[in-house]
């Protein structure tokens, strides 16, 4: 195989994920209600049942941490604390993996010992899983 036949580094859906990071940068800080639009508009247009576990994750995080902002980063729904992403909700069905995933930026106070987790496999959410997002959401923002 020539170098010119190399297959792409980045696919056309991680293509566009930096291509909405631009035009988020772009467009600057966004008041808490725009952030809020923008957020919602992201999750109803992913399929379920994506948008099902978003929204419940979105209401978790209001309840347990409203101090954080919603806004998008990389076209995904993500909560910042004074402009930083704390975390972030990636639909499985955007980059066609098996399940979504709840993550969280080195912003996280989720430190311990010499490694931990930063991001999690969501594939439904039950009550014990809606606990467990709280804890690492207030434990998330310190």
Same mark, same amino acid.
């Given at each position: 195989?020539?170098?010119?036949?190399? %297959? %792409?580094?980045?696919?056309?859906?991680?293509?566009?994920? /930096?291509?909405?990071?631009?035009?988020?940068?772009?467009?600057?800080?966004?008041? +808490?209600?725009?952030?809020?639009?923008?957020? /919602?508009?992201?999750?109803?247009? /992913?399929?379920?049942?994506?948008?099902?576990?978003?929204?419940?994750?979105? %209401?978790?995080?209001?309840? *347990?941490?409203?101090?954080?902002?919603?806004? *998008? &980063?990389?076209g995904m729904p993500? &909560?910042?604390?004074?402009?930083?992403?704390?975390? !972030? !909700?990636? +639909?499985?069905?955007?980059?066609? *993996?098996?399940?979504? *995933?709840?993550?969280?930026?080195?912003?996280?106070k989720l430190d311990?010992?010499? /490694?931990w987790p930063s991001?999690?496999?969501?594939?439904?959410?039950?009550? %014990?899983?809606?606990?467990?997002?709280?804890?690492?959401?207030?434990?998330?923002?310190?």
């Amino acid at each position: 195989m020539k170098s010119r036949e190399k %297959a %792409a580094v980045f696919s056309d859906d991680e293509r566009a994920a /930096m291509k909405e990071y631009i035009v988020e940068k772009r467009r600057g800080p966004r008041k +808490s209600a725009d952030g809020e639009s923008d957020l /919602m508009e992201k999750i109803a247009a /992913m399929p379920q049942p994506d948008r099902g576990m978003a929204e419940k994750i979105h %209401a978790i995080i209001q309840v *347990t941490a409203p101090e954080l902002s919603p806004r *998008t &980063w990389y076209g995904m729904p993500a &909560w910042a604390k004074d402009g930083n992403v704390v975390c !972030f !909700f990636q +639909s499985g069905q955007k980059f066609k *993996t098996r399940y979504a *995933t709840l993550g969280f930026s080195d912003q996280a106070k989720l430190d311990d010992g010499r /490694m931990w987790p930063s991001a999690y496999a969501v594939t439904d959410l039950g009550p %014990a899983e809606e606990k467990r997002i709280a804890a690492l959401v207030k434990k998330a923002i310190g």
